[in-house]
């Protein structure tokens, strides 16, 4: 094959890629750093002439030229796969909606949907010597969307960094439909919060469970960026990762000459994930990196990959939880914040992994915006809600006051054990809750 000529005979300008799009189409926008650019800007044009059209996307790390048009609820849905910032905001304009799925099903959904994707477009690194565009630290679910999709367009985008894969990381030429050569932005970086006090003592106390050769899984935000900082600094050696997201902790811990990967029961030596976002230390880091692997969320997420792996340690964060148990890692009530995303996959997974802790971690309290205290310990969820993790899934609960192993307990060791971590100003609230719920008894500590 002639892969300069069939690049050339595919190329197309944003617009004419823009053009195939009609009224009614599910057009897929990729994942994360993989939003297309030059393609969104000229669609955002043509869109006031169009009606009903679907998006589909993820983690949006900037607001695409669509969002700004006047009306766009009146011309346009944003299907979000888990949402941040940018698509919270959205959901307020009437355009913007969560799709609920744990993200290790999205590759099967794709393939076996009744509503295969009219148009897929998104941004890829250039086309290497063999055919192939690199969908960057974005595997996770596009192979599953350039296999189902009626037409493939590809943004290539020289800064997108070159992430190697075991399978499932790039789409071949013969594959792709459109080629727009974009207006090549940088990497758009997503900066880690700063890690709080309460997130640094949280972190103290996780690290201390987890052993030399353990296999790390983190998740967003300042406590895992503080559990990865400590880590670094650890005496720990011979660490392992395999994570759905790879964040900047990750490559902080590798520098720090604590990841082998030498103890992996599978995929022995390489840094596993479904996508990285990050800064561009991360993007420098995995760019070209044969130690790390890019892989498809429903195999990085399967809870088979997850407890093959011995001392699985799984890290995440909670919006708040109950005093049955039940975590709540998605909204403030009826208030959307993330998604399912694939926090369960991990608690299960580190679970049945020989060795292996899932911790679900948060601040015992937050405080409103007019400076009252709360406690992020419920007696029952808020109204709206969403249970992430059930009662009978959670391993760990850690907070700033300690760690308690829920696994097993009944409702009344339960109630006790959350409440010994709670917030002392909120411990005899709930307990006086936990009396009022009959899972409270005479001889429980008060």
Not at 79 to 97: C, L, P, T, V, Y
Request: proline content about 4%; aromatic content about 8%; overall charge negative.
């Amino acid at each position: 094959m002639d892969f300069k000529k069939m690049y050339q005979d595919k190329l197309v300008t944003a617009e004419q890629a823009a053009g195939v799009v009609k009224s009614g189409d599910w057009v897929d926008y990729g994942w994360t750093t993989g939003t297309p650019v030059a393609v969104d800007a000229a669609l955002a044009k043509r869109l006031p002439e169009l009606t009903n059209v679907n998006f589909r996307g993820g983690i949006l790390m900037w607001v695409p030229e669509i969002f700004k048009i006047e009306n766009p609820a009146e011309h346009l849905t944003w299907n979000s796969w888990h949402m941040g910032g940018i698509e919270r905001k959205a959901i307020a304009q009437g355009f913007s909606f969560y799709s609920p799925m744990r993200y290790s099903e999205l590759p099967r959904y794709y393939r076996e949907s009744q509503t295969k994707p009219d148009v897929a477009v998104f941004q890829v690194a250039p086309m290497d010597e063999h055919g192939f565009f690199n969908f960057g630290p974005n595997a996770s679910h596009m192979a599953a969307v350039c296999e189902t999709a009626k037409v493939v367009i590809v943004e290539v985008n020289e800064h997108m960094p070159v992430c190697y894969g075991g399978f499932e990381e790039g789409v071949h030429i013969s594959k792709v439909d459109m080629i727009v050569e974009g207006s090549n932005p940088t990497i758009a970086e997503m900066g880690g919060s700063a890690a709080s006090e309460v997130d640094e003592a949280v972190a103290k106390l996780i690290v201390s469970e987890i052993p030399d050769g353990a296999c790390l899984q983190l998740g967003i935000g300042g406590m895992p960026n503080a559990v990865g900082s400590l880590i670094a600094k650890s005496d720990l050696k011979d660490l392992g990762v395999h994570t759905e997201m790879y964040v900047d902790a990750f490559v902080d811990i590798a520098n720090a000459g604590k990841i082998t990967g030498a103890r992996k029961n599978i995929d022995k030596g390489r840094q596993v994930y479904a996508f990285g976002a990050g800064t561009k230390k991360l993007y420098d880091y995995l760019n070209k990196n044969p130690e790390c692997m890019a892989a498809p969320v429903d195999y990085t997420n399967d809870i088979r990959s997850i407890s093959a792996l011995d001392n699985f340690m799984s890290i995440n964060n909670a919006v708040d939880l109950d005093l049955f148990g039940q975590v709540n890692a998605e909204s403030a009530g009826i208030k959307h914040i993330s998604g399912a995303g694939g926090q369960l996959d991990f608690v299960l997974g580190a679970y049945l992994s020989k060795g292996g802790k899932s911790f679900i971690c948060c601040s015992s309290t937050f405080k409103t915006k007019d400076g009252q205290l709360k406690s992020r310990i419920l007696p029952t969820l808020n109204p709206g809600s969403i249970v992430t993790d059930t009662r009978a899934n959670i391993h760990y609960l850690v907070t700033e006051y300690g760690k308690v192993n829920l696994k097993g307990l009944s409702t009344w060791q339960k109630a006790e054990a959350i409440i010994s971590v709670a917030h002392p100003d909120f411990r005899d609230e709930l307990i006086a809750d936990a009396e009022k719920m009959h899972i409270w008894t005479a001889s429980n500590k008060r």
